[in-house]
């Protein structure tokens, strides 16, 4: 038992390891993806052709969003007049990969499986886009309200732009090691220690039992992924440990793709906001390509996917890693026990409310994404002088004369569930 906890933590501290350094680079590009973007830079999706929803899966896949941080956005793209089958396309592309899931892929799976992962999630969102359009007219999916918000004007003075500079700087850094870790923090430490977990425990070349059935590993992996909430990072580590225990790459290509594509949550918040139609079609696309991808990647060789995972893990379980990598795993630790320590403790903390301040119940938020889309729908409602939403307490706090009414109009308008006042 002694040596099992042994091997379990030499393993964690292995794969954290590996992880680190791509991680920490990966969420810095992807706060400087978050801040320098401008929003209304996704109405060039606004015209219903085939050349929108391919620029809609390029824009979707380096973008750090979750499979329900995406809906928020995809919602957004529709108040801004985008066509469906853009939405559809970055709905699909956007959530399976992302500038910091790309980079960690790397770093455990190897190139192969770091070009082929946004390669599959770009087609798979082009088609599906093309399907929707082709297969769902305009009055079946939901119409929802325009709450987009004008353009923030730069300062235009050196003072001014200098303030905006170290205020730009300061929301990158922010975003990429507190809002971000806050987000998938949890899910990354799942999936870390349940890789751990299976290099310990899982018998090695378990699933070589299914080896002349790929087809059956792909659908099992999808009765697992499918339903459950894995971030496309949090994949990684998962995907890599079943591999060295014989699950084939196809089939880990599946987990990769279908698993931070769609979960239960999101399936009903689109349901709920763009049409059963489109559901169908936005599930049954994520579903049938990575099956076909899953299955396109076994064909071309399993040596050519397996030995980076391989010599990654043997090397892991030889020696310990160099003194740079620790350090980023260290870094990367403190900076999850923060968010996750200050998150929780927000959570428990009990402020005195202002006068004329209320406390609304808002399901369906998961990230800082969903709060920032709650907070977007309801600034612009009548009365609202303040607000500010929280994933983790389900609430949304007004503050201002606005009526119950309008703010459930707004946030049901936005995609999510509101249950009046808390």
Not at 32 to 44: A, K
Not at 164 to 176: E, H, P
Not at 293 to 308: D, K, P, R, V
Not at 353 to 382: F, G, I, K, W
Request: charged share 15%; glycine share 8%.
């Amino acid at each position: 038992m002694r040596m099992m906890c042994n091997d379990f933590m030499l393993s964690l501290l292995n794969v954290v390891c590996e992880m680190a350094l791509y991680l920490l680079l990966g969420f810095l590009i992807a706060g400087m993806l978050h801040v320098f973007v401008p929003q209304n830079f996704y109405r060039h999706l606004s015209k219903d052709n085939k050349l929108s929803v391919v620029w809609a899966a390029l824009l979707g896949v380096p973008l750090p969003l979750c499979s329900c941080g995406v809906i928020p956005t995809a919602i957004g793209l529709r108040n801004e007049k985008a066509s469906k089958g853009s939405i559809a396309s970055f709905l699909i592309a956007t959530p399976q990969t992302g500038i910091d899931s790309i980079l960690a892929t790397y770093s455990l799976m190897g190139l192969g499986f770091a070009i082929v992962r946004p390669v599959a999630a770009l087609i798979t969102g082009v088609c599906g886009g093309l399907l929707v359009n082709r297969l769902v007219a305009d009055d079946e999916y939901g119409a929802i309200g325009n709450n987009s918000q004008p353009a923030t004007q730069c300062p235009t003075s050196p003072l001014g732009a200098a303030n905006g500079c170290q205020v730009k700087i300061w929301r990158v850094l922010k975003y990429a090691y507190y809002d971000m870790i806050r987000d998938i923090g949890l899910r990354l430490v799942f999936g870390l220690i349940v890789a751990a977990l299976i290099q310990v425990i899982v018998p090695d070349e378990f699933f070589l039992q299914f080896g002349s059935q790929p087809l059956l590993q792909m659908m099992i992996i999808l009765l697992i992924a499918v339903p459950m909430y894995i971030c496309s990072t949090g994949s990684i580590p998962m995907a890599a440990a079943l591999m060295m225990k014989g699950l084939s790459p196809g089939a880990a290509l599946v987990m990769l793709m279908a698993g931070p594509a769609v979960n239960l949550a999101s399936i009903l918040v689109v349901h709920k906001s763009l049409g059963s139609r489109f559901t169908s079609i936005y599930l049954l696309t994520i579903i049938g390509f990575s099956i076909a991808f899953g299955l396109l990647l076994n064909s071309m060789g399993l040596e050519l996917f397996s030995s980076a995972i391989h010599d990654t893990c043997c090397m892991a379980a030889s020696t310990l890693p160099h003194p740079f990598k620790i350090v980023c795993a260290t870094l990367l630790t403190l900076f999850i026990i923060f968010a996750l320590m200050k998150n929780l403790f927000c959570k428990f903390t009990k402020k005195p409310l202002d006068p004329d301040t209320v406390v609304y119940r808002v399901e369906d938020m998961h990230c800082s994404h969903c709060e920032a889309a709650v907070v977007r729908a309801v600034e612009n409602v009548q009365g609202v002088e303040k607000a500010k939403a929280s994933a983790s307490a389900n609430t949304l706090t007004i503050k201002g004369p606005a009526t119950e009414e309008a703010i459930r109009k707004a946030v049901e308008g936005a995609g999510y569930t509101f249950k009046g006042r808390k």
